[in-house]
């Protein structure tokens, strides 16, 4: 296959992949030779954060000396964004070359069939293997202990924020959904690094934990981030004290810092050096994760597409965007609460232009609009992303600022179009992308 031909046989497999169970890539490993083993890997499960974390460890390893895949998904712009090796989506030839030998191993597989998500995962570690890549991050896709990529046998698995998602798939408590992440390790399992969790989610993360027998290292606890004058915090671990020159203002941006820099450093054995952290960040980039695109007016991406992400989104925003209040381009998935998330964006945007993403789980949006009204936010409902997107710019005008938010699915649809001449998504001044340690509106205008 060509670069097109295997984007349109990814594109044509079963979309959401909700067909759980291991047998199918089990079988698409052994046909495949096993490229999942052989390196050490972190396994990243949680409900928000996954990516960025995925990402900062992956950065921190290669930083280190170690060749590094990272798998993250969903997407942003491209197919090949989720499969990176040290931190370079892989190349178009590298990709069709994956899907081909992936494709042409489904045979092996019983019932000759797979999803879209089991197809992307295989690949990631076919590409990797073919590679010669020293160790890999991988992030979870749902859940965790059926997920497809629960064929690796992580040594470590890193525990992102655990919160109400999924619940018709994963448990109707915080205790079901934690178990079925950290289901990826066996019982017993020391290799666990735990992420901050959210008061009113610590306790059942904690029961789930202590019903496996697991143990290892906890951001708060073996782990803690120290910050004090606004340019400088200090990461500790029990490999010792990590100081860095800059500074995160919001406290979840941190704890994902930490929780990657405890993920890497399990792998390693040892402490990160400071340069070889600063070097990974200042490199790295995370699309659709409170990204900006500069201009007049400003326009920001994140997909928000929970409660607990669109909070976080919520308490960055005031400071990126120095209390300018966005014109927003809102999209939801069905299966998500939308409540949840429209009580956390409500009190931080201006109005909102209500659409629906390609996705074919995207939710109607008239519903939406009338939540959003019924929370004090004028909201009208706009028909197609690119649209939404043209008049919420207009509506901004050139001193204020958009924000696109709800599903990374809506995000995946306007990218290329909030881009524009640029090409390009620029980083967030202070975020987990980029290391500017004062967010100003006026750094991202032209």
Partial sequence: MDP????????????????????RMQALMAA?????????????????????????????LTR????TGAYTSPHVVGWEERIALDGVAIPPREFAAAATRVHDAVPGVPGGAITQFEALTAMAFDAFAQAGADAMVVEAGLGGRLDATNVIHAPVVALTSVDLDHTELLGAD??????EKLGVAPHGFTGLVVGQQ????APGVDAAIAARSMSGWRVGQEITVQSGNGEAMTIRTPNGALQLPMEMPAPWQRANLALAVGAAERVLGRGLDP???????????????????PGEPVVVLDGAHNPAGARALAEALPVLLCDVKPVAVIGLMADKDAG???DALAPVIRSAHVTRASSGRAVLPEPIARMLRDRGVPADVVPGPARALERARHDAGPGGAVL????????????????GESGTLAAAPGTDDGLATVWRLDDFRK
């Fill in 4 to 23: 097109a031909a295997a984007r349109s046989w990814i594109a044509g497999l079963d979309l959401f992949g909700m067909r759980f169970g291991l047998d």
């Fill in 32 to 60: 495949l030779g096993e490229p999942c083993g052989g390196r050490p890997a972190v396994h990243v499960v949680g409900t928000n954060g996954k990516t960025s974390v995925t990402r900062m460890a992956a950065a921190f």
């Fill in 64 to 67: 280190s000396g170690l060749r």
């Fill in 174 to 179: 915080v205790r079901s959904i934690a178990g």
């Fill in 198 to 201: 959210d008061p009113a989610s």
């Fill in 275 to 293: 340069q070889a952290v600063m070097a990974a960040l200042e490199g790295m980039s995370n699309p659709g994760r409170l990204q900006v695109v």
């Fill in 340 to 342: 949840g998330i429209l």
């Fill in 404 to 419: 696109v938010a709800g599903s990374l699915h809506l995000l995946s649809d306007l990218a290329p179009v909030a881009m």
